[in-house]
């Protein structure tokens, strides 16, 4: 069995997308399957999801996962 890795969403961009699509906590997630007060956890910057769980979270969304994720800060 593989280790979870997390991967470092961008969590302005979740909640944002989520309000574009007018969805609760709740209903995000129940329809990615996942306990609200997590989903409040990604979107303060508190826990970060897996790759199986961002990409359920951009379907539900319906945006692509990559959507999510941080920018590179490219300043040195």
Do not use: C
């Amino acid at each position: 069995m593989s280790p979870k890795v997390s991967i470092h969403i961008d969590p302005q961009k979740l909640q944002g997308a989520r309000h574009r699509k007018a969805l609760t906590l709740r209903e995000l997630g129940a329809a990615v399957g996942i306990d609200h007060n997590v989903i409040w956890m990604y979107e303060k910057g508190r826990r970060f999801p897996t790759l199986r769980t961002v990409r359920k979270l951009a379907t539900a969304l319906g945006i692509e996962p990559v959507e999510l994720l941080k920018e590179e800060d490219t300043n040195p």
